[in-house]
T-cell receptor, first 112, second 113 residues
Framework: DQQVKQNSPSLSVQEGRISILNCDYTNSMFDYFLWYKKYPAEGPTFLISISSIKDKNEDGRFTVFLNKSAKHLSLHIVPSQPGDSAVYFCAARSNTGNQFYFGTGTSLTVIP | DTAVSQTPKYLVTQMGNDKSIKCEQNLGHDTMYWYKQDSKKFLKIMFSYNNKELIINETVPNRFSPKSPDKAHLNLHINSLELGDSAVYFC????????????FGPGTRLTVT
């Protein structure tokens, strides 16, 4: 049973425009959410996170929004750059047992 | 000065064999993890371990066992390998109970023939 879902396997965006990556979850016991970026043949790299007590966290070009009532979070990248092209994973932490659950990833392509 | 390293990067072996994957982190973190990424790119946690507690994902077969000789290392031992064990295995570490972002190794691609 997949508790974290990324329903868009891929996304293409023009350079300079906004990229919006979405993630949905089902478990109300998740207390922390993270986004990771992954290049081919490398491990995921931490990008940005948000606690369940907040609804927004911003770090440079990256902003994560959390809508707890909808059990939805999104990652905004503005402006998008070609170097942002990678697979983005959404992850959530359960406050029972320090377990982490990952989505299946969204492959972002930023077109120059 | 790689933060989280894994060896080997590629591992090809036959069914029934026993193999190990090594993981080392030089970040001073006290929690380490093993993940399995299957053919559908689904990244699934297998183990979470610090010097106090081992948390095992209940779906992980007991053929898989983590071994931690010290705080900087968490090796993965796999007994009686099966075809379905073919996947990419990632090791990761984090600061502990207050910081949840994880630092991942480059992955080990295991192929069981």
């Amino acid at each position: 049973d997949q508790q974290v879902k990324q329903n868009s396997p891929s996304l293409s965006v023009q350079e300079g425009r906004i990229s919006i990556l979405n993630c949905d979850y089902t478990n109300s016991m998740f207390d922390y959410f993270l986004w990771y970026k992954k290049y081919p043949a490398e491990g995921p790299t931490f990008l940005i996170s948000i606690s369940s007590i907040k609804d927004k966290n911003e770090d440079g070009r990256f902003t994560v929004f959390l809508n707890k009532s909808a059990k939805h979070l999104s990652l905004h990248i503005v402006p998008s750059q070609p170097g942002d092209s990678a697979v983005y994973f959404c992850a959530a932490r359960s406050n029972t047992g320090n377990q982490f659950y990952f989505g299946t990833g969204t492959s972002l392509t930023v077109i120059p | 000065d790689t933060a989280v390293s894994q060896t080997p990067k590629y591992l090809v072996t036959q069914m029934g064999n026993d193999k190990s994957i090594k993981c080392e982190q030089n970040l001073g973190h006290d929690t380490m993890y093993w993940y399995k990424q299957d053919s559908k790119k689904f990244l699934k946690i297998m183990f979470s371990y610090n010097n106090k507690e081992l948390i095992i994902n209940e779906t992980v077969p007991n053929r898989f066992s983590p071994k931690s000789p010290d705080k900087a290392h968490l090796n993965l031992h796999i007994n009686s390998l099966e075809l379905g064990d073919s996947a990419v295995y990632f090791c990761a570490s984090s600061q502990g109970t207050s910081r949840y972002e994880q630092y991942f190794g480059p992955g080990t691609r295991l192929t069981v023939t």
